[in-house]
T-cell receptor
């Protein structure tokens, strides 16, 4: 089955700097890769996603890149702000199968 | 994005009682809903997959008689924790897939913090 690894487990950046979180997956059949942001005491919120027919997708300060050959995808957050502090989860999915989540990255943006 | 509503957001109950958690998809029909359990500082642990009109599929190690799941309509799934005990205390989160024209997307409810005394 699918296995998703995520690094780093914790990340601290200064406000205004960029943050990058990387995930690797094992099943080459996976074709959908969402990223979720979870704030304390809340459910995960979908912030950006990418499908396997696209190499990069951007939405304002966040972007996701996908390397199908290497089977990894990354979340990029630019100009970080304190409100970006949260736990971020990546996931991989093949249509009709269950989503498999990474272990999460705790991002702290220091003012 | 699509909205998934989950209630209650927190509940405290006595040991031995049952607790029901509701999960509703507000602006889309969800043929499949998922229930997760999350321990502090850990990832999401899938408990069961709920399909409308059929029995839920439970993950290995999850007691189906303790965690009763009912998916009676395309917009509502419920999780009932029966005879709750302190070890059942956890954060429970539901999610629903929106099978739009470009494939499934997964949206989460706000979670329910269960504390069993």
């Amino acid at each position: 089955g699918e296995n998703v690894e995520q690094h780093p487990s914790t990340l601290s950046v200064q406000e205004g700097d960029s943050a990058v979180i990387k995930c690797t997956y094992s099943d080459s059949a996976s074709n959908y890769f969402p990223w979720y942001k979870q704030e304390l005491g809340k459910g995960p919120q979908l912030i950006i996603d990418i499908r396997s027919n696209v190499g990069e997708k951007k939405d304002q300060r966040i972007a996701v890149t996908l390397n199908k050959t290497a089977k990894h995808f990354s979340l990029h957050i630019t100009e970080t702000q304190p409100e970006d502090s949260a736990v971020y989860f990546c996931a991989a999915n093949n249509y009709g199968q269950n989503f498999v989540f990474g272990p999460g990255t705790r991002l702290s943006v220091l003012p | 994005g699509a909205v998934v509503s989950q209630h209650p957001s927190w509940v405290i109950c006595k040991s031995g009682t049952s607790v029901k958690i509701e999960c509703r998809s507000l602006d889309f029909q969800a043929t499949t809903m998922f229930w997760y359990r999350q321990f502090p500082k850990q990832s999401l642990m899938l408990m069961a997959t709920s399909n409308e009109g059929s029995k839920a599929t439970y993950e290995q190690g999850v007691e189906k008689d303790k965690f009763l799941i009912n998916h009676a309509s395309l917009t509502l799934s419920t999780l009932t924790v029966t005879s709750a005990h302190p070890e059942d205390s956890s954060f429970y989160i539901c999610s629903a897939s929106d099978s739009g024209t470009v494939g499934e997307k997964l949206f989460f409810g706000s979670g329910t913090q269960l504390s069993v005394l």
